[in-house]
């Protein structure tokens, strides 16, 4: 019992005792952090920073232990010369360069005390990643939580940032790495490092010693930042040169005058290259406003779909108005003005090979980039128009096409011809042996189908009566049959680098201070190439002849397509107008081919004609054209995702857009499109029965669509010597469809 009532009062007595020994326990650590505090401030200022708290002390004194870890031997090194410090030793950082030291509280009154100083060792500085680079250019930036998605395990975050007024999206598992993301897109847009290293460092990347940066598939990974080597501040926008998404020498960017409306744009004479001092590192606003102070800026028009918009600034220079277009407007400002500059004060701002427009052999009517960015505009524009601007579900796509025709020295009397889209090819299974079916739905193959119709429209134009001659772009030729009027041109608009030979590289190499491809004809370069079925890409021809049957595709075989970039090398031998309307008319080329992206000189010129450059006994009227290749301003940026099944297309004179199912070849009823070979075959009976007197090549009775095809002996002559001309250069063998799909006949 006794034992029982002392029971409480001796709980009592262990809960004070353990209270007490709690008490203790916080007041020696808080001595213990006060009493080194007042030691280092104690020294002088010069001294104090060689004093710094171990992190381990740090976490050791906020644990529950009441020991005083004075003495405690930072590395487990043992001591110098077997003794302890003097009291009152500083302590000296490890920094991993294997000194140690041994820590003891600082006393009052020890005037001899004597720092060690630390030891600065020299090492690498260690890299800022892109978040911490876009924050010195651009401080106070808002990063923006768009979206989560995924399971809770496996979260996908995407933030946004918008710099200059683009906004730049990335994605990732954890908000940090989706902001990082989103940094590293908005530093590729405009920022330029003094070198590559300090670059793909900032990317958290390295590169290796022995880069070869001429090889076809670059050895890291982002090859988006251009003009690495040019020295030049990164603390604005953009400046002259530069080059990015958002930076004023964009990937199609030039030295030449951006859509200046200009009263007169006859071709003239190159001027010499410009007198007046560096202007390095100056925004063009701001070189201009030196030249021609207080011009006023004129926001003519904004266009273009989402993900790609465009805005039009003008500026008025000794009576003359430039044009400038970009993503936003301090951009198309900036390329008003370098308009300006280029074409008043001769300075040319880029003068990067790969980026410039490489010239037509012929007579140009028109300033290069003026033409490109004026024929761009135009397509976008009818396409918005088209698409009830870009609302349409058949807007979506990944390649846009068209073609432009001028008729003169004015690029405003210029007049759209075609607008298509598509990325696929027929099914194998799909194919029509009566010409029911498109085989290649590519926007740039579909485009020049528009035009053939076109074609036909004129001539059926001419034929009607005297008063429409006049109106048709067609006119009696001397030598037999038609030929176009005098400075009527035709200029294809291609989105991107057409696929082929004058895709497959580009990307890799449109480096600011490239000097021309150095490799252009190595032997991995030039190759024929066919389409996959059914999906996106291209591969190289085999080194035998490939001989494709019907019955084989049908079993399973997959139908082999020619790549774009080899039909626009076919047709700058043989013509856009095709074996059948060769019957007609004299061979009929392209004057330009423009590209909204991936520009690279050397290779696009390589694919579209300088690989068959030795084509020999081309029948007369046939030649090699050589169209003036060009990027544009405002280049349009790149489209991720899954391209759809459908293409579309317009010709001028059709009341709408057609949208053909790729796959069959047919539209979405299952119906024969306009611009299959049965619809066009039927157009040229109708002309051939009123022209059969004054046909290029006779033919007596046309029947089989094959049979007309090879009356037209000149175009197939011309056909020959192509092939021989690859199969000469070791680019393998041109690979033609199945022979049946030709054998279908029609009555009139």
């Known amino acids: 019992m006794a034992e029982r009532r002392r ?27 006060l009493t080194k505090h007042e030691s280092s401030l104690r020294q002088p200022r010069n001294q104090q920073k060689y004093f710094t708290m171990d992190v381990d002390d740090e976490e050791n004194m906020s644990s529950s232990s009441t020991d005083v870890k004075e003495n405690r031997n930072v590395d487990n090194v043992p001591p110098k010369d077997g003794g302890g410090q003097g009291a009152g030793e500083g302590t000296q ?13 600082l006393e009052e009154g020890n005037s001899k005390f004597r720092p060690k100083k630390r030891k600065k060792t020299p090492g690498p500085v260690l890299p800022k990643n892109a978040l911490m680079q876009l924050n010195e250019i651009k401080p106070g930036l808002q ?36 902001k990082l993301h989103a940094a590293e897109k908005a530093l590729r847009s405009f920022v330029q490092f003094p070198n590559a290293s300090e670059a793909h460092l900032a990317m958290g990347r390295t590169l290796s010693v022995n880069t070869d940066f001429t090889s076809d598939q670059a050895d890291f990974p982002d090859t988006l930042f251009n003009g690495f080597e040019t020295p030049v501040p990164s603390d604005a926008s953009f400046y002259l040169g530069s080059n990015g998404d958002g930076s004023f020498s964009s990937s199609g960017d030039y030295g030449l005058p951006s859509s200046a409306v200009v009263s007169s744009l006859s071709q003239s004479p190159l001027p010499t290259p410009s007198s007046y001092p560096s202007t390095s590192g100056k925004n063009p606003v701001m070189i201009l406003n030196e030249l021609r102070p207080g011009l006023k800026y004129e926001f003519l028009s904004e266009s273009g779909e989402s993900h790609a918009k465009n805005f039009v600034m003008a500026v008025a220079v000794d009576g003359q108005t430039f044009e400038g277009s970009g993503r936003n407007k301090k951009l198309a400002k900036a390329r008003a003005a370098q308009s300006a500059l280029a074409s008043l004060f001769n300075m040319q701002l880029d003068q990067t090979p790969s980026r410039q427009p490489i010239p037509s052999e012929g007579l140009q009517l028109h300033l290069p980039q003026v033409l490109a960015d004026a024929v761009a505009r135009l397509v976008v524009d009818k396409f918005s128009d088209l698409t009830e601007n870009f609302t349409s579900p058949h807007a979506r796509r990944k390649v846009l ?22 990325t696929k090819c027929i099914n194998g299974e799909y194919m029509s042996d009566r010409g029911l079916a498109l085989n290649d739905c590519h926007a740039e193959i579909i485009s020049r189908r528009c035009l053939l119709k076109f074609l ?4 059926e134009l001419y034929l009607s009566n005297k008063e429409d001659q006049q109106k048709s772009i067609f006119m009696k030729s001397e030598r037999g049959g038609f030929k176009l009027k005098e400075n009527v041109q035709f200029h294809l608009y291609i989105s991107t680098s057409p696929c082929g030979d004058a895709r497959i590289f580009s990307p890799h190499e449109a480096a600011q201070e490239d000097q021309g491809d150095r490799h252009p004809n190595r032997k991995a370069r030039g190759q024929l190439r066919t389409k996959i079925e059914s999906g996106e890409g291209t591969i190289p021809v085999r080194s035998t002849t490939t001989i494709q049957t019907w019955d084989g595709v049908l079993q399973g075989e997959r139908l082999l397509t020619m790549s774009c970039s080899d039909k626009i090398a076919r047709w700058n031998v043989l013509g856009i107008q095709g074996a059948l309307l060769s019957l007609f008319v004299e061979p009929i080329y392209f004057s330009s081919i423009i ?20 084509i020999e006994d081309l029948p007369p009227l046939y030649t090699l054209n ?3 290749l060009s990027g544009i301003s405002n280049a349009e940026a790149r489209q991720p995702g899954k391209a759809p099944n459908f293409s579309v297309n317009w010709t001028v004179g059709d009341t709408g857009l057609e949208v053909i199912n790729a796959t069959t070849g047919k539209d979405e009823m299952g119906r024969a499109s306009r611009l299959c070979k049965h619809a066009f075959y039927s157009r040229w009976m109708r002309i051939h029965a009123k022209l059969s007197s004054s046909l290029r090549s006779k033919i007596l009775k046309p029947n089989l669509y094959h049979e007309t095809k090879q009356g037209a002996t000149e175009y197939q002559t011309a056909k020959e010597c192509l092939f021989k001309a690859f199969l000469k250069a070791g680019l393998g063998a041109w690979v033609e469809k199945p022979i049946e799909q030709d054998q279908f006949s029609l009555t009139v």
């Open 143 to 178: 990063y923006k939580l768009l979206s989560q998605t995924g399971p809770v395990h496996a979260p996908m975050f995407v933030m946004a940032v918008e710099v200059n007024g683009q906004v730049f999206e990335g994605s990732g598992p954890t908000k940090k790495k989706a």
């Open 456 to 459: 036909y429209t004129q001539l």
């Open 401 to 422: 096409a068209g073609i432009v025709m001028t008729t003169g020295t004015d690029v405003k009397d210029a007049l759209v011809i075609s607008v298509s889209t598509g």
């Open 595 to 614: 590209l909204g992206s991936l520009y690279h000189g050397d290779h696009l010129s390589r694919a579209v004609y300088q690989r068959i450059a030795e």
């Open 626 to 628: 050589r169209p003036l």
């Open 7 to 33: 029971g409480p009062g001796a709980a009592a007595r262990r809960r004070g005792r353990l209270a007490l020994i709690r008490r203790l326990r916080r007041t020696t650590r808080q001595w213990t952090v």
């Open 93 to 105: 950082l490890s920094n991993g360069s294997g000194s140690s030291s041994r820590k003891r509280p």
